[in-house]
């Protein structure tokens, strides 16, 4: 069985082979990449994988073998601008039907909607009953939430950045409209859809009732699966979001809550990765004019709240973070907090489940169905910065209950990331496509 898979990223076997930085995104891919080719006898899979590339690297394409794995991986690349997702591109079509008549899957798995190459490789493959796409996030219905309570003027007020790169809030929603519509096109073109909450399948079902749904969990990051956070070896009283920089991700949420945690607990702090879209424009905007002149309008709004709020020491933007960085800031952490406005089932949520920090979580989208209120930790409304305030705070307070959360929330990530029973799914999802 020849697969052929449709990644967002270029896997870090690759990136290694060509010398380049690997992506942090998506790292799970890695591990259930390399249990497939670690059992290439058994399941019979060979694998292909194929990733948007730079313009000098469109027509890439080798035969890799796996380090310490007795398998070789077909890698190709193709051409895609991904700061312009919501562009389609009629050469990455034609790259991609090039793909596909040199490899000759038999079946082809895209890793999710969120780019126009999606779209692109189901035109290119043109078999509908041989089309398996794997659901992460869903655009068209993020951009109903992409304002995210954000006051008028904050919505409406276009920056001197915003304007150079053509690039305010309002357009930034609109581009996920765009990429919605592309998205929803998919879906359609699919005869099989992998997905992992009632929300997601809700949704797929909608847009096409004849694809066949089948559940699969996702596997996490391989370093999360060890170690297990500790009261005494956390900073007490910091709060980690794993990113926010954009709406939907709720910082300003966090923020606004800030106030009545600091009421009684003044320590606390708020630690933020991913991508920082105020860490060194804020500290000149503080000081000056260059500064403020980067500031795109939601990191002008979340310059303001801080100050507010009185947290301009409290906030602290720690940029892109690589696997091992990312499981030391949870562990150093007293609580994760996931304020979005809309997620499907956040893989930072299951990370931190993994290893046993204290989680609250607002409840959206697919949330509830890997994260149990009061079972795993707490829930609160979407938006409630008095109920986010109060779940910190009874967080930060320990005792009997919050380590029977975490206790919970462990077993409960265990079963629901569990790599060698989602790889397991994954080959049968791949016998019953092909097989019907």
Request: proline share 3%.
């Amino acid at each position: 069985m020849r697969v052929l898979w449709i990644c967002n990223i270029m896997l870090p076997v690759v990136a290694e082979h060509l010398k380049l930085e690997a992506s942090n995104k998506e790292g799970w891919l890695t591990g259930l990449s390399n249990t497939i080719l670690q059992h290439q006898k058994e399941n019979g899979i060979e694998l292909g994988v194929c990733f948007p590339v730079s313009e000098d690297l469109a027509e890439f394409e080798q035969i890799l073998q796996v380090p310490d794995i007795d398998a070789k991986i077909y890698a190709f690349g193709f051409y895609e601008d991904v700061r312009r997702a919501e562009v389609y591109d009629k050469r990455t079509e034609k790259r991609l039907e090039a793909i596909m008549r040199k490899f000759s899957p038999d079946l082809i798995h895209c890793f999710g909607t969120e780019y126009s190459h999606t779209l692109a490789a189901v035109k290119a493959f043109g078999n509908k009953k041989r089309t398996l796409i794997g659901i992460q996030g869903l655009c068209s219905i993020y951009a109903r939430h992409f304002r995210a309570d954000l006051p008028d003027d904050v919505w409406r007020r276009i920056t001197f950045r915003d304007r150079v790169k053509q690039d305010d809030l309002r357009r930034q929603y609109e581009k996920y409209v765009q990429r919605g519509l592309y998205e929803v096109e998919a879906v359609q073109g699919a005869g099989h859809i992998t997905g992992r909450t009632g929300w997601d399948r809700k949704y797929t079902k909608a847009w096409n009732s004849d694809a066949e749904y089948h559940f699969m969990n996702e596997t996490l990051r391989s370093n999360f699966y060890e170690g297990c956070w500790q009261d005494e070896g956390c900073k007490k009283y910091s709060v980690f979001l794993s990113q926010g920089d954009y709406p939907i991700k709720g910082l300003h949420y966090m923020l606004r809550a800030m106030p009545d945690i600091l009421k009684e607990y003044p320590e606390a702090e708020i630690y933020v990765a991913g991508n920082s879209i105020i860490k060194s424009a804020a500290e000149k905007g503080i000081k000056g004019l260059k500064g403020k002149l980067k500031l795109e309008s939601y990191g002008r709004y979340i310059l303001q709240l801080m100050k507010e709020t009185g947290t301009l020491q409290k906030v602290h933007f720690l940029g892109r973070l690589n696997a091992e960085q990312m499981k030391r800031q949870y562990l150093d952490s007293h609580v994760f907090v996931c304020p979005s406005s809309i997620e499907n089932s956040p893989n930072s949520v299951g990370e931190a489940m993994l290893l046993g920090l204290p989680v609250v979580c607002a409840d959206v989208g697919g949330v509830a169905d890997i994260f149990t209120d009061s079972v795993d930790g707490l829930l609160y409304p979407a938006g409630n910065v008095k109920r986010l305030a109060g779940a910190v705070n009874r967080m930060f307070a320990g005792g009997a209950q919050v380590r029977a959360y975490r206790e919970a929330a462990r077993a409960h990530a265990r079963r629901t990331h569990d790599a060698q029973t989602n790889y397991e799914r994954l080959v049968e999802i791949y016998t019953e496509i092909m097989s019907s």
